[in-house]
């Protein structure tokens, strides 16, 4: 919604700030020309909204008609040197004008120019004329002193000091039409209308006027920076009539400074006004930006719901509303859906109609949705949601020349995506690697040290194809926001491999945590950064040393042990890593039996989860290269002392029962303990002795947690039996306490096993159909195998195995051996 803050910068909402004339407005004694004869007013001034394209129209049109001398417009000063590059084939919009301190390379704000926006037209126009260009507002420098000033944070949707709006204009002017939809007026007004083919001035002269009743009944309404930067606008303006001539000068600017820019004020006031003003020193450059971040839909406040129809309405030659409803066709064909060409005839049919019943001159994007939801959607808002996400708002994406000033890091990182074929996309996409390919690699190395430099243009996701330690799946995704932290991270090198490198010691020794840091080296490893190893290895030996915390401990060890196993497809030498993680091993080893003990609800979960996640990393070291060579003693040694840990755990009273639980299970599951000997320890924790909460919680960490306690309490029903007839005995007001945490232990199962549960426990212990194996009282368990269930399967299992077609033409012999090994086959298989 525009308001009264005409200037379009990232500390600023006001890329939709002010309200434009159109040939919809029409005022009584305007002058053949819309332009006054008097002091400032003998310029041109052209009051637009900014990413409007009736605006930018209009502009156009203008500026063919009156030929001036000169184009000033609404943007910072320091970007004049910018302003040439608009003629480089290179320098697609949307793009914007990125201004940011030296020594504060964070602190930044944003100039957004669409293709549609009458700023970049205007450029356009006086480049393609060869007439010169000037930006007239406020200095970025004093811009970003005032953020500094007042405090602000810098962030790209982040208001502008003093943008206290005491007037919407649009919404003003709306009103007093009889519109309570300020948007919908300005596109009946505007956008559907021509660009003022009789007079091309008069839409300016008529918005003009409105802005200046506007502001004679309403005050400055604007934001306490407004009347020093439109001091310095009449500062330029006055300078370049006194070079140019007073008829040759053309302003482009929020409609809402145009009262200001026309009126009569002495030099030596606005220069007062300005003087003393604080500034710091700016650079500023081109940087890609895109329709999404136009949208309020985007965080940022452009003042425009809808770029991708703007863009739509500015380019279509003619016939928009059908041109726009056979794109809308093509992108649900993309998506399978069945449109026709007579669907598109029939929303075009309604869109005019549904026009012509609300009084509106065209259909409108309002009426555009309506008859796409109803003739193309049949009804549905899913596919409508996507038309808005593709197209109403959409992914374009600009693009900056290789020529266009940049800090030394940017210039590395685009020579990166050009050699590893890395394009910045506005749309989100999923990127697989294959770490056995040096330029999958190398992709991955720059994703990960970009992520270490805060530049989080891509985010690791789950593979889908391999849990492998030589794949990684990214999902990518380029913010214009990114421009200004690879700026930030500037201050760390020149390269984004220098940089990184910095990044990582910085903030090895800045961690306050054991697990910080070892997750950190963990980064090191996946990012490549051999030089940064070293300091990081360092303060993890210092801190592991000093860290008496099993928890920390515990927290710390996955992390490490996971960055063991990246040596094998990376090529990089964990071994500095090995001892410091059997360290840690050996210290949590001896402290977890007393940390566990005495702990509260909340406490023993928490340890629970440290136990898991030690018991993994202790597999994990299984795997990796801890010595010379795998499987040394070394490995044998830890993987005795777990098993040693884990049986204490079990078998102390004094331990927490959702931690003792968990031991048995981990035990069992490694084929330490057998199932009987797993039953005794569930009947004695389940006795009548036994706490009700305390029975509880041994049977969450037995069979919670998601470890696959569901699938082992339908396979082995002496287990659930005990289960069962524990709860069948807690008494009424036990069950009323314990029902929560078991709600939450059996809600964690898939659906399929709680009910496979609820119909063993319905039909009582023995009762379950199946086949019950001789040497077993477990239904569905024998000492042999079944052969005449293995059999059913095996011609499936040889069709997986390639196996179907061999020994086709073979003797009766070799078929029999074939039949007397297909159990066998299957039961390997299996």
């Known amino acids: 919604m525009p308001d009264g803050d005409g200037e379009r910068t990232d500390s600023g909402r ?60 609404e943007g910072p000063p320091e970007a004049d040197a910018l302003i040439p590059l608009a003629a480089d084939e290179d320098l697609r919009p949307p793009v914007a004008l990125l201004a940011h301190a030296v020594d504060e390379p964070g602190r930044s704000a944003f100039w957004p120019m669409a293709a549609f926006s009458p700023e970049w037209v205007a450029i356009r126009w006086a480049l393609e004329h060869g007439v010169p260009a000037r930006f007239i507002d406020l200095p970025a420098a004093h811009t970003l002193a005032w953020q500094r000033k007042a ?49 091309p001035f008069a839409p300016f002269t008529a918005i003009e006027e409105a802005m200046t009743a506007l502001r004679e009944t309403y005050g400055a309404a604007g934001g306490e920076r407004d009347p020093l930067r439109e001091a310095y606008m009449r500062l330029q303006l006055r300078a370049a009539q006194r070079e140019f001539g007073d008829g040759a000068v053309a302003v482009v600017c929020g409609a809402w400074h145009v009262p200001a820019l026309r009126q009569r004020t002495a030099l030596t006031a606005d220069r007062a006004l300005l003087k003393g003003l604080p500034r710091i020193k700016a650079d500023l450059t081109w940087v890609p930006w895109t329709h999404r971040r136009l949208a309020r839909a985007g965080g940022y406040g452009a003042g425009i719901d809808s770029p ?112 590893l074929r890395l394009k910045p996309e506005a749309g989100e996409r999923e990127l697989e690697l294959d770490l056995r390919k040096e330029t999958d690699a190398e992709r991955g190395r720059l994703l990960h040290r970009l992520r270490l430099l805060r530049v989080e243009w891509g985010e690791p996701a789950v593979s889908r194809g391999s849990t492998g330690t030589f794949r990684e799946t990214w999902r990518l995704r380029w913010e214009p926001e990114l421009s200004v932290r690879v700026a930030e991270a500037g201050v760390w090198g020149t390269t984004v491999l220098a940089a990184a490198t910095a990044k990582a010691e910085a903030d090895a020794v800045a961690a306050r945590g054991l697990a910080e840091v070892t997750a950190l080296a963990e980064r090191c490893l996946l990012a490549g950064l051999p030089d940064a190893l070293p300091t990081v290895m360092r303060v993890l030996a210092d801190r592991a040393a000093l860290d008496t915390d099993v928890g920390h401990l515990a927290q710390a060890l996955p992390a ?44 023993a979960e928490e340890m629970r989860r440290h136990v898991d996640a030690v018991h993994g990393a202790v597999a994990l070291l299984e795997e990796a290269a801890v010595g010379p060579d795998r499987g040394t003693p070394l490995h044998s040694r830890l993987r005795d002392r777990w098993r040693a840990v884990l049986r204490v755990l079990s078998g102390r009273d004094s331990v927490a029962a959702v931690v003792r639980g968990r031991a048995v299970r981990l035990l069992l599951d490694g084929g330490e303990v057998e199932r009987d000997e797993a039953a005794r320890l569930m009947g004695l924790a389940l006795s009548r002795g036994t706490p009700p909460a305390d029975a509880a919680a041994w049977i969450e960490g037995f069979v919670g947690g998601g470890a696959g306690g569901g699938l082992l309490l339908v396979h082995d029903e002496r287990l659930l039996g005990l289960v069962d007839g524990w709860l069948t005995g807690v008494s009424a007001e036990a069950f009323t306490d314990v029902l929560p945490l078991l709600r939450r232990t059996f809600s964690a199962y898939e659906a399929g096993v709680r009910r496979t549960l609820g119909e063993l426990v319905r039909r009582g212990p023995g009762e379950r159909g199946g086949v019950v194996g001789a040497g077993s009282g477990t239904a569905g368990f024998a000492d042999d195998l079944d052969a005449g269930r293995a059999d059913a399967v095996v011609p499936v299992v040889r069709l997986l195995l390639g196996l179907d077609g061999e020994q086709r033409d073979g003797g009766q012999r070799d078929g029999e051996r074939r039949d007397g090994n297909d159990s066998q086959l299957t039961m390997t298989t299996i």
């Open 308 to 419: 991708g129809w703007y863009a739509h309405l500015f380019t279509a030659p003619d016939r928009p509303v059908e041109r726009w409803l056979t794109r809308v066709a093509g992108l649900l064909r993309e998506e399978d859906r069945i449109v026709s060409p007579a669907h598109v005839i029939e929303a075009v049919r309604l869109a005019e109609t549904l026009a012509a019943l609300r009084g509106r001159p065209l259909p409108g994007l309002s009426e555009a949705t309506d008859a796409v939801r109803a003739v193309l959607c049949e009804g549905s808002d899913v596919p409508l949601a996507l038309v808005h996400d593709r197209l109403v708002v959409g992914d374009v994406m600009g693009e900056v020349p290789a020529t266009a000033p940049a800090v030394p890091l940017q210039r590395d990182l685009d020579r990166l995506q050009r050699r």
């Open 151 to 199: 405090g602000e944070d810098a962030e790209p949707a982040g208001p502008p000091p003093g943008d206290d709006l005491r007037v919407d204009p649009l919404a003003t002017l709306a009103g007093a039409a009889g519109h309570d939809d300020p948007e919908r007026w300005w596109e009946d007004v505007v956008e559907h209308r021509g660009a003022g083919r009789r007079d």
């Open 560 to 603: 490490l042990v996971r960055s063991l196993r990246y040596g094998d497809v990376r090529g990089t030498h964990t071994g500095a890593l090995a001892d410091v993680a059997a360290g840690l091993a050996e210290r949590i080893f001896v402290g977890l039996p007393p940390a566990c003990a005495a702990l509260d609800a909340d406490a």
């Open 14 to 73: 006001a890329a939709g700030a002010e309200a434009v004339g159109g040939p919809g407005f029409r005022a009584s004694g305007e002058e053949a020309d819309g332009r006054s004869r008097s002091g400032p007013g003998e310029a041109l001034l052209l009051g637009v909204r900014h990413h409007g394209p009736g605006s930018a129209r209009a502009v156009r049109r203008a500026l063919d008609a009156a030929r001036p001398r000169t184009v000033l417009i």
